[in-house]
């Protein structure tokens, strides 16, 4: 086994010096920059709202790396109804949160290496302790994306997810 933190691509043929163990969306997918014109619309990093109607959070699909105490993650945005949205909103910044219910929500996010779409898996926000970013935990369908958070990935899996996001097609 290498201590190389890095991988030769097999897209390009050069050497990254590391494996990245996360990527993250800037925004839901359905958010267009034209919004930020919008007095009913709001992107932050951590919540968006577009035109006063659909409300989102940022959060984390954890995956587990087989034979490793690493974990890889998505950054990606779930929508929520405008109830939950509120009530998480309004405990973003309370001590304690993480006693919260889940939040029902749709995985708001394409993530490109997985076939079929990842728009609109069913999900549940799991709030955590100030300072660390939702939960996201996929309905445990036989997505490929649900199993692999599931069952765990192995490290080629990594480089190959880092492949295809470092060089979509």
């Not at 030769?8 to 163990?21: I, K, L, V």
């Not at 969306?25 to 034209?34: E, S, T």
């Not at 939950?84 to 993480?98: H, I, V, Y």
């Amino acid at each position: 086994m290498s201590d190389d933190p890095g991988f030769t691509c097999s897209c390009c043929g050069a050497h990254h010096a590391e494996t990245p163990m996360n990527y993250s969306a800037a925004a839901p997918a359905v958010w267009d920059p034209g919004f930020e014109a919008d007095r009913d619309s709001m992107l932050s990093s951590d919540q968006c709202v577009i035109k006063g109607q659909h409300f989102f959070i940022r959060g984390l699909i954890e995956i587990p790396v087989i034979g490793s105490a690493d974990v890889f993650s998505w950054g990606v945005w779930v929508s929520l109804s405008r109830d939950n949205f509120a009530r998480a909103l309004d405990r973003w910044n309370t001590e304690g949160r993480e006693s919260e219910p889940p939040y029902f929500g749709w995985l708001s996010t394409e993530l490109t290496p997985y076939s079929p779409s990842t728009l609109n898996l069913k999900t549940n926000a799991h709030t955590r302790p100030l300072g660390e970013r939702p939960f996201i935990e996929l309905e445990p369908t036989d997505h490929p994306l649900a199993v692999e958070q599931r069952t765990g990935i192995t490290r080629a899996r990594v480089r190959e997810i880092a492949t295809a996001v470092l060089h979509p097609s």
